[in-house]
Every structure is written in C-alpha cells, then in structure tokens.
C-alpha cells in the first residue's frame, strides 16, 4: 500500500522524532504497548526517544525502572507472558550485554520452547554504532550477537520514514525485535508527514535506495548515507553504482540481494561493525552460494576493523568511509581483470 | 574516621561545617527481618489450631510426591528420561508451593520442581517432557499457569515479577509464585528479580528451598549472610525462615505471603530449609561431598514422617486412610511407568514449526531440506524392506 503525500504535508523531521511518534502511535493504538527502560520517562530517554510518552501514557505505560538491563528484559518477559506489548529501551549498545542471558535464553526461544503456546512480541529498542563521538562503550555494533541467535528479528532503519515504519511493524510483531537504532543517524532530517507514511513495509523486505548496473552496494542502518554518498562519487569513476538497504537483517531478503547482485554481477557488503565474524560474511556467502555463475568478481566487504571500537579521536579511521568504500569498488574491477586473466 | 575528618577534606570550610542532615532509613527493617529459628508447626502447641482436612490433603500430596519421585529415578535407569533432579526430601515445600496457590495465579518452577506443577494438576507425564527430551517443554503454560520448568538458575524469578506487575497493571489479582535453589540465589537475576518486585510492590512470593547444596558447593560458600531470608529486608521485603519439611507451616507461611501479595502488600521472601535426600540428579555422586551421617540426621527430620506423627496424634493415620493415600500413589507410579513405557512419537518437522510465526523464507528452505531426507530415508527403507520379502528371494539367481 503506497500513499502519496502532497508535498505541504510533509515537514523536515529527525529519525528521532520519527521514533518517538512512532511508540506514541502504538500506544495510542494498542493498550497493551508499554515503554520501559532506564531515564524513558520523566527524562525521555537520554537521546529523548521516548519524549512525552510518560507525560501523555502515565507512569504505568511509559515506566523508569531500577538500573538493571536483566531485570527490565526480565520482567519483560513476564509482562509478554501476560498479554502485554513491552517495547525495551536498552540505553547504550554496549549496556544490552547484561540482558544477553534474558534475550539468548528465554525471549528468542519461548515460542520453539512451548510450541507456540507463549511467544515474545517483545521490542528491544538498542541504539547502536559510532561516529558520535561517544566513549568507550557507547558505539558498539553488535548486530553479530543478535544475528548469530536464532528466533530473534533483527531490524535496522536507516531512514527517517523507515525508523516510523519499522518500528510500527517491529511492535506489531508477534515475535522478538531487537531494533538496532543507529544513533548516529537520530538528528539526520527528511521531509516527512507522520501522518501519512508511504509504506509500512513487513519486516525483511530490503529496500533498493539507488538503481545501478556495474555493482550492487549492500547496506543497513548507518552506513547507508555513506553508501549513497559514495555511489554518487562513483560516477566520476564510471561506476554506477546500486545500493541496498537491507532494513532487516534477520529475516534476511535472500531475494531481493540476490535479484540486485544478478543484474550487476558485483557485490560489496559495508557494515561498521568489524568484518571478522560479522554480518558480512555471512551475507557474502549467501550471495556466492546463489549467485556464483552470475559473479563477475568475489564479493568484497567493507567493514570496520577487527578491533575494540576505538576511542572518538580514531573512530574516523575505523568506520567505513566513502573512500574506502570507493577503494573496494575499484577492487572489483581489478578482482574481474585478474580473475579474468587468469582464465584466458 | 569520618568524611570530614578525613585529610584533604574541606572541614575548615564554613559551608561544609554542619552535620549532614539528619539519615532515616526508608523503611523500619525491624518488621522485615526473618525469625531467628526457622518457622515450625508440627511438635509445637500451635499444630493444635491445625485443620486436619488440609493435613490429610498435604499428606496425600506428600506420600504421592514422594512416589513421584522414585519412580521418576527408576525411569532414568531404565533410559526413559535423561536425568532427573529428585525432589525427595523437599516435598512438603513443592506441595505446598502447589497448594498455596489459586487456580488464577501462576507458578514459576525451577528444574527441580516437577512435583510442585504435578501437585498443581499438571499431567505427570507432560512435567516430564524436558527431561525425556521429545520436547523443551510438554506442556501449555496457560492450562494450569505453569511457566515451563527452568533451567538457567534464577531467570525465571524476573519473569515471575514481570507477569505479576502486569496482572496488577490490567486489575487482576493475580499471584505469581518463584521457586529458586540456594546456589540460585546468588545469581544476578535473584537480585534484580527481588528489587524490581519490592520497587513495584508485585505481587509475588520467593519461594527458596535452601536445601543445603548447589550440586555439590554448600551454602557456606554461596553467602556470607546470616540467612537467605535476611536478604529480603536490603531489597524492602520481608523474609520469612520457616522448616521447609514442616508442611503445614510451609503451606500457612505461603498462603500468608500469597495473600498478602493478592492485597496489594507487595512481595515477600522466603527461605525454606530443607535438604536434598537424593543426589543432585541421578548423574551425581553425593559421597564426594557429604557423608551417610549428614543423611541420615535430614532423614530422621523426614517430612512425611513429621506429619505422619501429628496425623497419628489425632487418630487420623487410619490403616483405611493410609492404604488408601499409598493405594493412590501406586496408581499414579504405574500410570506413570506404563505411559512413559511407550515411546513418544516426535515429529521432525516441528523443528521448524515455532521458530516464529511466520516462517522465513531460510526456515522454508531448511524445512524442505529436511522433508526431503526424510523421504529418501523413508525410501529406503521400503527398499530394505523389499530386500527382505519372499518376492526378492525369488528374483535371485
Ligand atoms: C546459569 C546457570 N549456571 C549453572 C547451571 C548449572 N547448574 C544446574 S543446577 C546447579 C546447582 C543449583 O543449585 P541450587 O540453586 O541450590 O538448586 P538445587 O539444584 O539444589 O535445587 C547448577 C550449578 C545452571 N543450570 N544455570
């Protein structure tokens, strides 16, 4: 379902105000929704998330609770077990850790467990990623955690309308969203009418952001606009450039990636988190396994180094950029020369 | 020393010369803190106040608890189960913890508590599901408000508090009821579990069955605290220290909790000593870390025994009533034996069945994989099956 919007309607708005109508929405549509985490209510989240909600819902729907990430996934839990819809806020990327045991052991299996009979339509709000300039602690990407975990739905947006829609579809799920907000992109404006969202897309459907032939760029959350900042550079170069916004990283849009990577026989996967282990392996392998006869070249990854996120000052040279990007690209010409060469 | 006297600190300071303002605990912990002497009915003055209908009942539960349980071993030798973690010796607590209880509220069981589900009305053979392992869990949760049996100690403790600050939420007088082990105690989500429930006033009950070891670590080396119910009174809780094989006063310091919790009183600790007759589970060797003595002094404090005295006290440990209480238990091991005798019928497919609600399109794929060998392993089946039949033997040569 596709709604145009007259143009008048729509107002420069941040990812981060897209968010929070969004949970004031689901709220207002569905009784059962409840906010939780540390600093969500009077406070409003410390990057003001949940601004107003507490306000407009009461305490009761919009709660500050105890310093304790187990405890709120915890008791999450038993609040899904009776009927509720609690959507969790976990502070800080690297704060979720101790509610690992909570997500891995009881929220991802308590459907397979019980045969269906409790599920988890759970949301696990996460801010994640660098390029904040944040300290230690406060930029991992730890979408590989959540990934290598099945049962859990893994859902990144990477844009303004995205963040309302996913997050919209990520509470109407019956099933566990861990819902990866790039934090980096919370102050990043679109022109965009909350009251009249293009499309609130199911979760795992990719979205293609820019139509190309030479090769696909495959994305999510923040590295998107570097993605498109960097397949705009590539025209210079000759590259015309198609990019892909996963927006779900699990379920995973085989088709979609596979559709794209057919028609450009050129893969680069670019995610900020580090490459070793990372999702871009995984994606890469995907791709070789049902695309190979199409491939002009090995999918490449551009991804962050294999190191502890570094502290602010480094941070520009760890995060994927549009040169490093631009670098892989041209790469691929080089792998299809080579691999080329050698077959003749 | 205090902060002012220390060096370097700004004593002389004019604006830091006062005392700091006056201190008062939040809450008076004297009406929080645990008895001294666990709590006990049977042997005092007070078991005369008793009703005996709810002795005869916690004596049925107990004789059949403990049938339950032997048999449950016995299967584990026989291959039917994997393991099983025996309750025996503790079962004036899983009883109690059953009958505490009202249909609309719900029980949070730890691995170890299969007796208290089967006591609420659970089939005894779905309570065992996990532990034979066609299933993590046999049974619907919502039938008889019984989460699924915990594994990963104490996680299920937040659950319990989160389900019971819901109920209240949406107006419901619900309970919720959390069994944890000593060793549980000392887990992260113990703690988080108890002061979330005190902040919230949830209606819930801690039920601790200190039964003396975590597998083989004793309690000494699980905390330093004067008693586990004495954590309660850091948290804003009361505790309570009661015999945990003395059933009746299980079951009254339960049903007090529980109904105090239902009046909007908020939660309560427990800590309920016992000890673990068996060991561990049948995979574990006990002599490694306790002796016979120890035994067979918790032996001579045996639950049944206990309440069996005050029965006969009041003529009510008739030959009629106890052939009768052994009579069913009977009944109920060889149900249980001839049920679990059969093998259970699992169906490969499932695995695919529950992931979530709506399969992904990798599940679909793996799912047909799988159908896929099944037939081919079907197939050949059949073909062995050929090989065998009297139309093969005569298509040799
Ligand atoms: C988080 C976690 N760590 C370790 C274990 C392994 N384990 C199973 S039972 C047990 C001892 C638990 O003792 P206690 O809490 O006293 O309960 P009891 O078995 O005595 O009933 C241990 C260490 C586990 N199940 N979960």
Redesign the interface.
């Known amino acids: 379902m596709t709604t145009t919007v007259p143009a008048t309607a729509r107002k420069p708005a941040t990812m981060a105000q897209a968010l929070t109508r969004a949970l004031r929405d689901a709220m207002a549509d569905d009784p059962s929704v ?1 906010v939780m985490g540390e600093d969500v209510g009077t406070l409003g989240g410390v990057f003001r998330v949940t601004d107003g909600l507490a306000k407009e819902f009461g305490e ?1 729907r919009c709660t500050d ?2 310093l ?1 990430e ?2 709120i ?12 819809r ?1 959507v969790v806020e976990m502070q800080f990327d690297a704060f979720a850790y ?1 509610a690992f ?2 997500l891995i ?2 929220v991802a ?11 988890m339509p759970l949301t696990i709000r996460v801010p994640y990623g660098g390029g904040i300039g944040g300290v230690e602690h406060h930029s991992d990407s730890s979408e590989a955690y959540y990934l290598a975990t ?2 859990l ?1 893994v859902v990144t947006p990477a844009t303004v309308e995205d963040a309302y829609g996913l997050l919209r579809a990520a509470i109407a ?3 566990p969203v861990v819902f990866l907000e790039p934090k980096r992109l919370y102050w990043s404006k679109a022109d965009w009418s909350p009251d009249a969202p293009t499309e609130v897309a199911p979760l ?1 459907r990719a979205a293609i952001r820019r139509r190309g032939s030479s090769a696909t760029l495959i994305t999510y959350g923040p590295s998107l606009p570097v993605c498109m900042e960097a397949a705009e550079a590539a025209r210079a170069e000759g590259w015309d450039l198609e990019v892909v916004d996963l927006r779900s990283l ?3 849009d ?2 979609t990636v596979c559709a794209s990577v057919r028609r450009t026989g050129r893969a680069v996967v670019v995610h900020e988190s580090n490459g070793f282990g990372g999702p871009g392996g995984e994606i890469a392998a995907r791709i070789t396994e049902r695309c190979f006869h199409h491939l002009e070249a090995p999918v490449l990854r551009v991804a962050g180094f294999d190191i502890p996120y570094p502290p602010p000052m480094l941070e520009r040279h760890h995060l994927p950029g549009v040169d490093r990007i631009l670098d892989t690209v041209a790469r691929l010409q080089w792998e299809s020369d080579w691999t080329e060469g050698r077959g003749e | 020393m205090t902060v002012l006297e220390q060096p370097g600190s700004s004593r002389n300071k004019s604006s830091l010369a006062g005392p700091p303002p006056t201190w008062q605990p939040r809450v008076d912990p004297a009406p929080l803190l645990p008895d001294a002497e666990p709590y006990r009915l049977l042997g005092t003055d007070a078991a005369a106040r008793l009703d005996s209908g709810l002795l005869t009942r916690l004596y049925t539960q107990l004789v059949r608890g403990r049938r339950y349980n032997a048999q449950a071993t016995a299967l584990t030798r026989q291959g039917r189960l994997a393991v099983y973690p025996s309750s025996t010796g503790q079962e004036a607590c899983e009883v109690a913890a059953a009958l505490a209880l009202e249909d609309r509220d719900w029980l949070f069981p730890s691995y170890r508590d299969t007796l208290a589900a089967v006591a609420r009305g659970l089939d005894p053979v779905q309570a065992l599901t996990l532990l034979r392992g066609d ?3 046999g049974y ?3 039938e008889h408000r019984i ?2 049996l915990c594994t ?1 100690l104490a ?1 299920q ?11 209240r ?2 107006g419901d007088e619900v309970v ?1 009821l959390a069994m944890v082990g000593d060793g549980g105690t000392s887990e ?2 113990f703690h ?2 108890l ?2 429930a005190a ?1 919230w006033q949830a209606p819930v009950v801690f039920l601790v069955q200190n039964n003396g070891f975590a597998i083989s670590v004793p309690l000494a080396k699980q905390t330093a605290a004067p008693s586990l119910a004495h954590k309660a009174v850091g948290y804003g809780m009361p505790g309570r220290l009661v015999d945990g094989n003395d059933a009746p006063a299980m079951h009254e310091v339960l049903t007090e909790a529980v109904e105090r919790a239902r009046r909007g009183g908020g939660p309560t600790l427990i800590e309920a000593v016992t000890y673990r007759i068996e060991a561990h589970t049948n995979a574990d060797d006990a002599t490694r870390y306790r002796s016979d003595a120890e035994v067979e002094t918790w032996k001579a404090h045996d639950p049944i025994a206990l309440l069996e005295r005050e029965l006969a006290a009041r003529d009510l440990l008739t030959d009629d009533f106890v052939g009768a209480t052994r009579d069913g238990a009977e009944q109920l091991a060889a149900d249980l034996r001839e049920r679990m005798n059969a093998d259970p019928e699992v169906d490969p497919m ?1 695995l695919f ?5 709506e399969q ?3 599940l679909r794929a793996q799912a047909a994989q799988l159908r896929a060998e099944l037939d081919a392993e079907a197939a050949g089946h059949t073909e062995d099956a050929a090989g065998t039949d009297g139309s093969a033997e005569e298509a040799r040569p």
């Open positions: 409840h009761d609770t105890a304790a187990a405890g996934l915890g008791t999450a839990v038993g609040m899904a077990m009776y009927g509720l609690p101790p045991e909570q052991s009881h299996r308590m459907r397979n467990r019980t045969r269906g009979a409790l599920t099945p049962g739905q799920s019956d099933d795992g699990m379920p995973f085989d088709e | 299933w993590h869990n619907d949760p919502h989460a699924p990963p996680t403790l937040p659950h319990a508090v989160g389900l019971a600050h819901a109920a939420l949406k919720a992260g989500d988080e579990a002061n979330f902040i499932d069945t529950h992931v979530f609600a992904t399109s990798q």
